[in-house]
Nanobody, 115 residues
């Protein structure tokens, strides 16, 4: 059973920073992709960033240059450093893990950016 546990969300003023963490547990493929998605109220869930076990990264255009994704392979943990936050970044952020042909999701962590 794979589980993803996120932490680090909260309330921050525009221009501020937050760091999200997501720890995976269970049987995980050595070749995998971990990522972050977000869902704002009334909107569909959207891709934010991903990082492979080979440390290749991909970002949504809306966060390029502001967010940095990283991972600790030894701890099966992924991080999302969010800088220069904007009110439009307000959403529930979900961690994802692609392993053995399946996608797993965390429970989500709320990020609120006040103007």
């Amino acid at each position: 059973q794979v589980q993803l546990v996120e932490s680090g969300g909260g309330l921050v003023q525009a221009g501020g920073s937050l760091r999200l963490s997501c720890a995976a547990s269970g049987i995980i493929a050595s070749t995998n992709v971990m990522g972050w998605y977000r869902q704002a109220p009334g909107k569909q869930r959207e891709f934010v960033a991903q990082i492979g076990s080979d440390v290749t990264t991909k970002y949504a255009d809306s966060v390029k240059g502001r967010f940095i994704i990283s991972r600790d392979n030894a701890k099966d943990t992924v991080f999302l450093q969010m800088n220069s936050l904007k009110p439009e970044d307000t959403a529930v952020y979900y961690c994802s893990l692609d392993s053995f042909g399946r996608r797993y999701w965390g429970q989500g962590t709320q990020v609120i950016v006040s103007s």
